[in-house]
């Protein structure tokens, strides 16, 4: 948490040199062309909003394959920072990365009974390795001579073949721990998609580790949990999450446990934006993976897998983005400010690009990722619009009448809020916005959690926070702890457990209870919550 | 070529350092382990030691999918290394990352005809979405019911579905030039597989811009060849490559020409270690892609689409390997300087890992990448030959008497020499190699094309130098221009134009001659070989 503590001293600094100014020309002009790249406002509808905002922030695109996206330039340059910043956080905790095939054959899914059933039969099947041209038609057709002995299948996930391909690389105690992560695409043939929150295709990394006991691999599982995957959610992206251990009917099909971190969206739904799960001897059993310990006896391995996809940009979207777009936490920012030179004539033009690029000079050399926009035929309204929309979070505004007075304007996107700022302190200004702005989101989006988390005691208190077709937010209730309870409570309100915490929101959560369903008793109160 | 330059003093300073010192004692036990671990002569069977040394380097492992590899982590961290490099590259000549869906609708492949005749039929096709259990037995089979109304194919290239989106961005000149990459797996489903050189899938980059001209498309085709994959090649794996077009009959199908780079193995082979189209309008008119220009008239858009895969490492191996092992470049090297403390009491050990901790400060703070090997159980000479195989470049060895003398010693993996040099150069020593050895390989790689390029005026001649079941080097011969006669040449020899060089090896080449074959004027000599 030291990057936000580090914040707290900056936000009160920089917010001092931040205050509304008056800009009418411009903001009469982007009215109009506003209503022009409009989209429905979150109160009207949540769904229409995130759909219409993925488009048009040039985020994400629908493709002629049914269920599959196109992840636009500006979507994916996203991608590769959070990629990055990932990367580094798995290399720095020990792990290497390495790439295993698309394909899975067929009898390596029949193998882990309960990971078959749990998700694998709703999948790409390959069958043929062949088109040939149809001799009774036109087109191509799957050649029949070309028809696979056995099926491939196209990796929902890659347990499998990664610990067929284990069975080789560990044979001592002296090959383990094995730690390795792959980035690739996984295919899992989803009926109801949403770009980036559930696609047939999406892109992941998932991290593959084996050890000599129950206790290393447990670790292993708590140190992605913390060290990587919250750190990242909340240092990189600003999300708050709750860390917990999934229920029997939520885990992975295949765990032994399941981690979670659980982000609330604005619409008082639930993401799961990671999980990491301790395999326990599962898939070791199930492909015969053993090795010979310090006592030279034979021991099945203990197993790992943890994974976060590009479903963490939907994640971002549906937490922090407003009615004007998409709002990216500084840190993750493909473009961090953009600077707009305006001026019709060519004279005040070469005044007005020239402050540009000595700005962007002293911003790119602290490191920031900036752009200009010298677009000539686009107004100023339409300009800030479309960064707006595309969540620039700093736009500075370069005027020929402020560049005589020795000023320009800076406007945070976060909140809106503009201000006049010498020419001599705006790089500094703008570099001292990207901390204050990636604390504020944090804190906006924790105090909306706290704000939407409620503690319901009787059933009717917890149908009545169900009651509604909207999300419910963080609601805190005991249960008994049986899937039983847990089978019946949401086929009565779809809530779901999102997670047992395993910090508990306040203290008087850890203590005992009964069960709202049962009457049963509870060691501690749950998170319920219906979920993306 | 920047940094040859550079290199070459730093070569003669750098070489003046370095001569060869006797060390008994490990070279005794490391001939012992070197048998073990050994991999068949080069000399013996080419064929056998590239395989050998893929499994034995940790660079890649067979799977159990027909054709498809793992890449090792060890293999896996110089692709990053690669990609890396490259993407950088793409970045600065003005190009963004995106990514298409995995699938390719079997449709699209029916549109571009030349495109699928060419290489688009051995492919994994997709017919099914669901498993489900086996009502006639054990087991999953693909659920009749699930199955697609449309085979989808695993992309083998993406020019068709990147064009059927295209379509949809693409409306005026504004919109255009488009200068996208994308990194991906591809699958292409080959009969005789080897790793990296040719698997069924593969890890590539793939360029697809859109231009208003032919011209300005040819002048990104050419932007590609030259300043990335030239650079690449020849600057960051000190591999030397032809640049030059292709042969109608080896060019890309769907393209309107093709520029390519070749690299000479040590077998004297050739392999096209990256390709540039020159689309021509061939899938803008196949995908209705058209703009409305200044004039305000419609046309259709220029294409260019280009690609470097995995490919690339086993070119690397090819070019600069031997019968030790790999032989990494500096620039791409995963682990740069590997450091062996040595001694086997506590006391010693301290002394020597202190000293090796000492000298990977300063090589890191320098920005070398460098592994402590600390095992204990294993020796020196076992160590020796385990990074040699591995390919790392430099190695420095602290021993305990060295140590007193103020000493250590420092061996280079591309020609063995190893010198004794005091502690307070050593990593100075090490970091100057990083260039001495890089431009090292270049200039032997080079001198090693040289040496085997002739050029034959006769068809006696010609035969002559392909009668062998190997490779044949670089043969310049003059041929008519017809892909009739380039078929004939290739079924009487196996020899095929590589390609028609950019730049000629030698003035005399671009004078006119006679067809070898025919007898038919020719403008120049183009290159022929046997191609991997």
């Given at each position: 948490m030291a990057l936000l503590s580090r914040s707290y001293i900056r936000l009160s600094a920089g917010l001092s040199a931040i205050h509304a100014v008056k800009d009418a020309g411009p903001v009469s002009h982007s009215s109009i062309v506003s209503s022009n790249l409009g989209i429905t406002p979150r109160s009207e509808n949540f769904s229409d909003w995130y759909n219409e905002l993925v488009l048009k922030a040039d985020l994400a695109d629908h493709s002629a394959v049914r269920g599959c996206m196109v992840i636009k330039p500006h979507g994916y340059a996203l991608w590769e920072l959070m990629q990055r910043a990932l990367d580094d956080m798995f290399k720095a905790t020990g792990h290497v990365n390495a790439y295993f095939p698309l394909f899975i054959p067929k009898s390596f899914l029949e193998k882990e009974a309960e990971h078959v059933e749990g998700f694998a039969k709703e999948c790409a099947v390959v069958t043929h390795h062949r088109l040939k041209a149809n001799p009774e038609g036109t087109g191509l057709i799957p050649d029949p001579e070309a028809k696979l002995t056995e099926e491939l299948i196209i990796r929902p996930t890659s347990e499998t073949i990664i610990w067929n391909t284990y069975r080789d690389w560990i044979q001592s105690y002296r090959d383990l721990p094995l730690l390795i992560n792959q980035w690739a695409n996984v295919v899992r043939w989803e009926l109801r998609t949403r770009l980036f929150?559930?696609?047939a295709e999406f892109l992941w990394q998932e991290g593959h580790t084996a050890h000599a006991t129950y206790d290393e691999a447990e670790q292993e599982a708590l140190t992605i949990l913390n060290e990587c995957y919250t750190r990242f959610a909340e240092e990189w992206m600003a999300v708050p999450v709750i860390k917990g251990v999934k229920s029997e009917n939520e885990?992975?099909?295949?765990?032994?446990h399941t981690y979670t971190i659980e982000a609330l969206t604005q619409d008082l739904r639930f993401i799961q934006a990671g999980t990491s799960h301790h395999l326990g001897q599962n898939f070791a059993k199930a492909f015969d993976v053993k090795f010979v310990d310090r006592d030279n006896t034979q021991q099945f391995v203990y197993a790992t897998s943890w994974g976060v996809s590009t479903r963490l940009v939907g994640t971002l979207i549906m937490v922090h983005s407003d009615d004007k777009g998409f709002i990216s936490p500084p840190r993750i920012s493909p473009i961090q400010v953009v600077i707009i030179p305006m001026g019709r004539d060519d004279a005040t033009r070469e005044k007005t690009v020239g402050a540009s690029n000595e700005i962007a000079d002293q911003l790119k050399k602290s490191g920031i990722r900036v752009k200009i926009d010298l677009r000539e035929k686009e107004s100023p309204g339409f300009k800030y619009n479309y960064w707006e929309l595309r969540g620039v979070p700093v736009r500075i505004e370069v005027g020929p009448r402020d560049l005589d007075a020795g000023t320009c304007v800076i406007a945070r996107r976060d909140n809106g809020e503009k201000a006049s700022v010498a020419l001599a302190d705006v790089a500094e200004t703008a570099i001292g916005l990207m901390d204050v702005i990636q604390a504020g989101l944090f804190e906006k989006a924790k105090a909306f959690r706290d704000a939407n988390t409620i503690r319901v005691n009787t059933w009717e208190e917890f149908e009545a926070a169900f009651a509604g077709e909207g999300g419910a937010g963080v609601v805190l209730a005991h249960w008994d702890g049986t899937p039983e309870t847990e089978e019946i409570i949401s086929e009565k309100t779809k809530a779901t457990i999102r997670c047992i915490p395993?910090?508990?929101?306040?203290?008087?959560?850890?203590e005992p209870g009964v069960c709202v369903l049962t009457g049963k008793p509870s060691k501690q109160r749950v998170i319920f919550g219906k979920a993306y």
């Open positions: 929150l559930r696609t885990k992975f099909a295949g765990a032994d395993m910090t508990p929101l306040d203290p008087s959560d850890v």
